[in-house]
């Protein structure tokens, strides 16, 4: 049995309306007799963070943007000092008995290199056009006057503007849970077990997609893949909503996230190399698609960063 830690770093929203350009979900697994070494390495980060002088006397629980936060007001306006006692906490987190898996969507990319961007922004122009060819219309007769219509257009255009950015969001949203539990069903498989998963119940925007994939699922027996497409899970067999503040493996989930974020935002290469060994591997040793995926990246856009 595998307990799996889901947790997410940024937010699906597209831009302009979010300035973070990833929305990354990422899975920390380990079997339940490596609870005892997620508590040393939690007390570890906490003696690490006291010695190299940031205030831990308020944290109460282990959060990758918090421990920034802390280490930036320790050392001020030293961005090196900064990122390299942050860095060490990656060092502390490896352990041989813990595995990741992480899915991230480029947003920007996702909507401007894919034949999403172009239909959508297609069939803006058609809803301009439809309002001004009506114009002419005796049942849309207001339209004739250009004060009218300029406002007609403008009110058109925010409000496509609103449903694309929700549309948007949620598929983003729905695109990266499948793809992460499409990843942990196959590590499942490869590894003869099966699995829990558990995140934080604060986390409203990967337990709605979480749901909405499983919540059905677990009263049917039985799993399809198909193309990659998550239809029933199979080694995934419950799932739990946890309070992260009583759950040090969850906490150390939302540093993992965290990390993944400043690989990908940053351009992190030494913290890619701390997490690495832990990323899932393929049957060649290959961690692409299999530890690592990034939508709608390929695997040498990957390689630009971290070499």
């Known amino acids: 049995m595998y307990l799996v830690y889901l947790d997410e770093s940024g937010d699906p929203t597209p831009p302009p309306r979010s300035g973070i350009p990833f929305y990354i979900i990422s899975a920390f697994l380990m079997r339940p007799d490596a609870m005892r070494i997620v508590e040393e390495k939690v007390d570890n980060i906490y003696g690490y963070l006291r010695e190299k002088g940031v205030n831990t006397e308020k944290l109460e629980e282990l959060k990758g943007s918090e421990i920034w936060r802390k280490i930036r007001k320790k050392c001020g306006n030293n961005m090196e000092e900064a990122k390299n006692i942050f860095r060490g906490i990656y060092d502390i987190i490896h352990s041989e008995e813990f595995t990741i898996i992480a899915v991230a969507v480029d947003k920007e990319k996702y909507i401007n290199e894919t034949v999403l961007g172009r239909e959508l922004d297609g069939i803006r122009r058609s809803t301009i056009n439809t309002i001004n060819s009506i114009s002419n219309s005796p049942y849309f007769s207001v339209l004739g006057n250009p004060n009218v ?17 929700r549309f948007i969001g949620n598929l983003i949203k729905y695109q990266a849970t499948n793809d992460i539990l499409v990843r942990i069903e196959k590590f499942l498989e490869k590894e003869e077990e099966e699995g829990i998963l558990l995140f934080d119940a604060d986390a409203k925007t990967i337990s709605s997609s979480i749901y909405s994939f499983l919540a059905r699922s677990f009263r049917r027996d039985g799993m399809a893949l198909r193309h990659d497409t998550l239809l029933q899970p199979e080694k995934i067999v419950h799932h739990l909503l946890i309070d992260s503040k009583l759950d040090h493996a969850l906490q150390l989930a939302d540093i993992i996230a965290y990390g993944i974020r400043e690989i990908l935002q940053f351009e992190d290469k030494e913290i890619y190399s701390k997490l690495e060994p832990m990323l899932d591997k393929g049957p060649r040793n290959e961690t692409w698609g299999f530890g690592f995926k990034i939508i709608p990246w390929r695997e040498e856009d990957l390689r630009r960063i971290i070499e």
């Not at 219509?149 to 694309?164: S, T, Y």
């Open 149 to 165: 219509r300029r406002q007609v257009n403008i009110d058109a255009e925010e409000g496509f503007n609103e449903l694309k950015s």
